[in-house]
């Protein structure tokens, strides 16, 4: 009895205890605390080794790091949880709030691990370090360098490349990836060693919207991008401002943003729709031939690849290509990592303009996945980790014979090719079937996917056919200024006809069996031009119907 008696008690003193522990952390004004408490138990449980500017820098092809900002102020107004820990030098984990069947609440944590990892107090200096700075020297070795900003919308991307912003909500540009790379080439410009290569230093600025390419150092002129017979690609039209300081490439940068395309998706209310491609160029001064590039990405928010919840045509086809081009630049990611991989290249826009960022062994890449900590983000965060994590983890396994599976070694042809329903399958013989090397690549990018065979069918049918929109519509604007400048032409030549007829000395069959040509060409003309008309409309019809075949886009 005695026993039992002090059992009791014991109990109910430790019950009491962690009542009164219960009571300490409760907040009646943050509807999380419980999972607040779950996080802040869990870290304290760990040990935290952040990375630090005395740490060493590897060299490596390619490199993934990952970035974590601050809760921002509609975040910590909102009292949303910090789900994100990096707990290691290269180590970032995930707290994910979940809820049992019973309502009970429960964490689920994810680690994922990559070259570096940037906790919410690293500087954008501590970044570029890591980051972009150990690329700089590549271009001065006839190498090709290319930097990508990679996250959803608000994550810290623009931060990152251009630096943080004042409280008067304007750029201080100093600070960010683009202004350290450019100051790091000029300085390295005049080192003996580079000096004596006679080299000059320009810069390009261009975004890809919707599968079409703008030049956004010339008032966003349409510009073409064509393959050579030697495979080589060309952006024809290109602008290059000739820069000598780091004043010069803020200025073409602050140009560009200010007329690069924004639009609001689900997730954001000011989300960037375009990948924007800022291109620092080391030429010969004496044939302008090119020596170097150093191409940095702020890639569209990765949120709206997905974005199909909206009805509006334009949103859909935006996500389509923004979905389409991520997943190519993965696969063309993990190729560079191994050694004789075939290069889709030619899947998207984004990777056919950095086809030559992917090829030869002076390639260098680095990737930061921008994370935010808020806990409404969580769904966003692990996917852009999630996407991160398989574009590093077939390169460590290239070099140690581990890691992941990944894209064939081959072209797609020579693989099992996707079965496209019926109603759509016309569409890729009518554009060239699998003799389309576009085509091929946009294949291989979809057996990469692991989903179901239906589901991946479906997703591969949606963007062949966006391609194809894309594609008809470009073709349909270049006739619709041919077929006006034809009719300039025929009415010009009727005026002329007209003044003929005026005078007094007219052949009246002369002049009627002239009318009648010009009317009958025009007739012509104007019957071709409705056909191709149609045809858009008709191919704007099967995007819509393709689109109800899928239920969301692949999650990046």
Not at 106 to 126: C, G, M, P, T, V
Not at 459 to 487: I, K, P, T
Request: proline share 3%.
């Amino acid at each position: 009895v005695e026993r039992l008696r002090k059992n009791r008690e014991e109990r109910r003193a430790k019950q009491a205890e962690q009542l009164q522990q219960r009571m300490e952390d409760f907040d009646p004004t943050n509807p999380n605390w419980e999972f607040h408490k779950m996080i802040k138990d869990y870290i304290s449980s760990i040990d935290i080794r952040q990375l630090s500017i005395a740490d060493l820098v590897l060299e490596q092809r390619i490199s993934v790091c990952v970035r974590k900002r601050p809760l921002n102020r509609k975040e910590l107004g909102r009292r949303e949880v910090d789900v994100l820990t990096v707990a290691d030098k290269d180590r970032l984990l995930v707290h994910e709030p979940k809820l049992k069947v019973d309502l009970t609440k429960y964490l689920e944590n994810h680690q994922f691990r990559f070259d570096y990892a940037f906790d919410e107090k690293s500087s954008n200096q501590l970044v570029y370090r890591f980051t972009a700075q150990p690329l700089v020297h590549t271009i001065f070795e006839r190498g090709m360098a290319t930097c990508f900003a990679y996250g959803q919308t608000g994550s810290g991307k623009t931060h990152t490349m251009g630096g943080h912003f004042t409280s008067t909500k304007e750029q201080d540009a100093t600070d960010g990836i683009y202004a350290m790379a450019a100051s790091d080439v000029f300085r390295l410009l005049e080192e003996p060693k580079n000096r004596s290569k006679d080299l000059v230093v320009s810069a390009s600025f261009f975004e890809i919207y919707g599968g079409k390419v703008f030049d956004l150092l010339n008032d966003k002129a349409k510009l073409r991008v064509l393959e050579d017979g030697k495979q080589q690609v060309r952006v024809v039209g290109l602008s290059e401002e000739s820069v000598t300081s780091v004043q010069d490439v803020l200025q073409c940068i602050q140009c560009g943003n200010q007329i690069r395309t924004s639009g609001t998706t689900s997730a954001n209310q000011n989300s960037s729709r375009s990948h924007a491609v800022f291109q620092i160029l080391l030429r010969k001064r004496t044939n302008r031939k090119l020596h170097g590039k150093f191409s940095l990405i702020d890639l569209a928010g990765n949120e709206r690849g997905a974005d199909t919840s909206s009805a509006d045509r334009q949103t859909r086809m935006e996500g389509a290509e923004i979905n389409k081009s991520l997943l190519a630049l993965k696969e063309c990611i993990r190729a560079l990592g191994r050694k004789g991989a075939y290069l889709p290249f030619r899947a998207s826009k984004l990777t056919q303009v950095l086809r030559d960022s992917f090829v030869g062994d002076r390639s260098r890449t680095c990737m930061i996945a921008m994370v935010s900590p808020g806990q409404g983000s969580c769904e966003h965060s692990l996917n852009t980790l999630r996407y991160a994590d398989r574009v590093k983890e077939l390169e460590a396994g290239a070099g140690g014979g581990g890691g992941g599976g990944g894209a064939a070694a081959a072209p797609p042809s020579g693989g099992q090719a996707l079965q496209l329903p019926p109603v759509f399958s016309s569409h890729a013989s009518a554009h060239g079937g699998s003799g389309n090397l576009e085509q091929d690549d946009l294949r291989m990018l979809h057996e990469s996917l692991g989903q179901e065979a239906a589901a991946a069918a479906d997703v591969l049918n949606f963007h062949e056919v966006v391609s194809h929109v894309v594609e008809a519509q470009e073709q349909l604007v270049e006739d619709h200024r041919s077929f006006l400048q034809g009719n300039r032409d025929l009415w010009s030549r009727a005026e002329v006809l007209l003044k003929q007829a005026d005078s007094p000395d007219c052949n009246v069959e002369e002049y009627a069996r002239s009318l009648d040509e010009i009317l009958q060409r025009q007739e012509e003309e104007c019957a071709a031009m409705r056909e191709k008309v149609l045809s858009l409309r008709k191919l704007l019809k099967d995007e819509e119907a393709a689109s109800q075949h899928i239920r969301h886009l692949p999650v990046l």
